[in-house]
């Protein structure tokens, strides 16, 4: 259907309340590994298999998207998951989540404090996770990619030395439904074309976090 001519469309920003979840103590620890869940996924359900690497002296903090929805379509209401972005008014979100996740370092960190900040993101989380590193205002230390790449609008001739200190690393199951073999190669051509080095761990499973994972990838 077609909208009316006299129709207009007006952006503007508000308030908005966000839920971050957390394991171990911002405060005490040196070393934060910001997590970001998948399409559908919640923060708290996301964070539980972080508990193996937590320590005293690293937190583990799990932003939630904030876009909520029920994710067992219309009759059943009961499951609720959060999507970071939609292609909709998608520049207006991309910037909403790169001032929300700047805004969660911001709130957590105490005062005079400078950890070192690590990001994985997981599948959706990943496209967002590497435009965060990029283009937000936090310094990130490393960038983990599970089950997903970086996202296809950034221009890799532009960010290459800035993802040259990143320490990149690419996680991929074996049985990935959403990572196939061609997904595979064309990430590490575009890697190699502009002279990104990457570290690339496998791991015998599908689309989903992987715990012996991600003990060899962040320690115990």
Not at 76 to 103: C, F, K, N, P
Not at 141 to 163: F, I, K, P, S, T
Not at 194 to 218: K, S
Request: aromatic letters at 6%; charged letters at 20%; glycine letters at 6%.
């Amino acid at each position: 259907m077609a909208r009316p001519a006299s129709l207009s469309l007006t952006s503007l920003r508000v308030p908005r309340t966000a839920r971050v979840a957390t394991l171990g103590s911002p405060d005490a620890a040196s070393e934060w590994w910001i997590v970001l869940h998948g399409y559908g996924q919640l923060a708290a359900d996301f964070i539980e298999p972080f508990e193996a690497v937590a320590t005293s002296d690293r937190c583990i903090v799990a932003p939630e998207a904030l876009s909520r929805f029920y994710v067992d379509g219309l009759d059943t209401h009961e499951t609720v998951g959060a999507s970071w972005m939609t292609r909709d008014a998608r520049e207006d979100e991309i910037q909403d989540y790169l001032r929300y996740l700047d805004r969660v370092v911001e709130h957590l960190r105490p005062p005079g404090a400078a950890p070192t900040i690590r990001v994985l993101g997981f599948s959706q989380g990943a496209a967002t996770a590497s435009r965060w590193a990029l283009h937000g205002d936090t310094t990130v230390d490393r960038l983990v990619l599970w089950g997903g790449a970086l996202a296809h609008d950034l221009d890799l001739e532009a960010h290459a030395a800035l993802l040259r200190q990143m320490d990149l690393t690419l996680v991929l199951g074996t049985d990935d439904p959403y990572v196939t073999d061609e997904h595979r190669s064309v990430v590490r051509a575009q890697l190699a074309r502009h002279n990104i080095p990457a570290t690339v761990h496998t791991f015998e499973g599908g689309h989903h976090l992987n715990r012996e994972m991600l003990v060899t990838l962040i320690g115990k």
